[in-house]
């Protein structure tokens, strides 16, 4: 089967040149410069600074978040803000989202005024979700989108696509705009929307079928927090038999025991990183 798009090198991330085929191998459009409109719902500490870099990289970009200040941060920058996701889905060919939480998905995509909650068919033709959720919400949410058709069908266009890509990182990579995207859906929008993850991060892992991406975070996270319990109770048992904090901090940081996670436990020892 012929790839859903494929995606050309360009002067600007912003404007892509998108080679679009059918099973056929036929294209819907060749070599054209296809500037994009990004939806982004949620403007968190996270979702905040990846909508900045995708401005910062050159996209027209349309936001929407329940929190008025935020919406006034960047509406004060001459930044698109909508007054619902369903009004980011109107205007947008792209959306990412970025949440707290399953059920904040679900309503932003299936919920009153989400998404999905419009006339079918929609206008995005793929939808991203960089939230840490489960799995199972990944790949229910997935379902609901691929369900639906598009506005423009012309040439035979598929339904839309979604792809769950959580981030690693942190608020500090999405500032530098070096998070690392683990990505679950059709390949083929993946490899569509790589421009748009290199864009945000500096890392961008495919993981395989819809609700991949959010089962490799789950399993990040869970790394992580074993190191966490496991750097704590090395502190807990050096300290209990007599060796400085700072002493184990400066052993740890030049030794095996080095990892990501002892960094947040020992706030005020930046210095001996």
Not at 59 to 64: D, F, N, P, S
Not at 200 to 207: F, H, S, W
Not at 233 to 240: K, T
Request: hydrophobic letters at 40%; glycine letters at 10%; a negative charge.
């Amino acid at each position: 089967m012929s790839p859903l798009f494929r995606v050309e090198d360009s002067p600007n991330h912003g404007v892509l040149t998108l080679t679009a085929c059918l099973d056929g191998g036929l294209p819907w459009f060749h070599n054209v410069w296809y500037s994009m409109r990004i939806g982004f719902v949620g403007l968190g500490n996270m979702g905040s600074r990846m909508a900045d870099s995708l401005i910062k990289d050159g996209y027209e970009v349309a936001v929407h978040d329940i929190n008025h200040d935020v919406m006034k941060m960047f509406s004060d920058k001459g930044i698109l803000t909508e007054d619902s996701p369903l009004k980011v889905a109107e205007t947008s060919d792209v959306v990412i989202t970025m949440l707290p939480s399953s059920n904040h998905v679900l309503d932003v995509y299936t919920g009153q005024n989400g998404f999905l909650s419009g006339f079918n068919p929609l206008r995005p033709w793929l939808f991203i979700d960089s939230s840490t959720i489960d799995p199972q919400t990944s790949r229910k949410v997935s379902a609901a989108v691929s369900n639906c058709s598009l506005i423009d069908k012309k040439d035979g266009r598929k339904p839309p696509a979604m792809l769950d890509a959580p981030v690693s990182g942190g608020v500090l990579a999405a500032e530098n705009g070096t998070l690392t995207f683990m990505v679950g859906g059709p390949e083929e929008a993946y490899t569509a929307a790589k421009h748009l993850f290199l864009s945000m991060g500096k890392n961008t892992i495919y993981c395989g079928g819809s609700g991949n991406g959010a089962t490799a975070k789950i399993c990040n996270n869970l790394a992580m927090a074993i190191g966490m319990l496991g750097v704590s109770e090395a502190f807990a048992l050096g300290q209990s038999l007599g060796i400085a904090a700072s002493t184990l901090t400066k052993i740890f940081n030049s030794s095996s025991a080095r990892c990501w996670s002892r960094y947040p436990l020992q706030p005020g020892t930046e210095e001996l990183l």
